[in-house]
Every structure is written in C-alpha cells, then in structure tokens.
C-alpha cells in the first residue's frame, strides 16, 4: 500500500508538472485575502531559488542525498515521501535541465514562494521526522 501510494504522488509530481506548462496564470480561488494561482515558473536553484545557476552541483548533491537516505533509512515513511519527492525534482532536472514550479499562494499581499507536488512531499517528511524526533524527546509523566 505505501509504495502504491509513494508511486501515486510521484505520478502526480510529473503529471501536473506537464499540465503546468499550459496553466499559466489561473488564479483558482480568492477567499478573505488568501489567493491560489496556477503561476509556470522554473527554478534551477534549490527551495525558493537559493543556489541559482549551480543546478548541475545541485543535481549531484540531491542524488547523493537521495542515495544516502535510501542507504541508511530505508524503512522510515517521512524518509520515502522525502525521497519521493527528490526524485520528483531530480526527474524536472533530467527532462527540463530545471524544476518546474507552480502552486501560488498569496496572503494578504504575501506572495509565498511558488512550489511544487514534489516540494510538498518534502517539506511533509521533513514536518514528519521532526515531530517523530520531537515526541520521543518528551518528558512522559507519572
């Protein structure tokens, strides 16, 4: 079930990332100053285009990263949704030679950074294995 389901956000990462290229601009809803737009843009940085214009070093420490991660965690679910997405934007890297980004929020005048499927996927095994990590330093009480 969990491979099924790790292969199915992988399936959608791609999918829509190949929608994405003739979505641009959709704002989908506006509601109470929150708004979500479908905005095509490309990152050959890391998150939020840090590292811009070293996507070549990047590709090599994402798949280093991916590797080791497969190597060291592998039974961990946070792990395979990280992993998951890795390779989500490791495959744009391949095909585009960039990550293809798309998914806007604005808050009340904030734009936050556009993003992706496979950006989702990390930023929730990362949320995950922090929590995980968190609640097993708790103090339990008597």
């Known amino acids: 079930m969990k491979w099924a389901f790790l292969i ?17 601009g959709i704002e989908i809803f506006r509601l109470s100053g929150i708004t979500f737009s479908l905005d095509y843009v490309t990152n050959t940085g890391a998150a939020w285009g840090l590292f811009t214009g070293h996507s070549g ?12 991660l497969l190597w060291f965690v592998p039974k961990k679910f946070p792990i395979w949704l990280i992993v998951t997405g890795a390779v989500g934007n490791a495959i744009d890297y391949c095909l585009y030679g960039h990550v293809v980004d798309f998914l806007h ?8 950074p556009i993003f992706n499927v496979a950006d989702s996927c990390i930023t929730i095994g990362v949320l995950c294995l922090f929590l995980s990590q968190r609640s097993l330093k708790q103090p339990q009480s008597l």
């Open 57 to 68: 070093l990047l590709f090599i420490l994402r798949t280093a990263i991916i590797l080791g």
């Open 105 to 112: 929020f604005t808050f009340w005048n904030y734009s936050f």
């Open 8 to 24: 199915f956000l992988l399936g959608l990462d791609i999918v829509s990332k190949i929608f994405a290229t003739q979505w641009l």
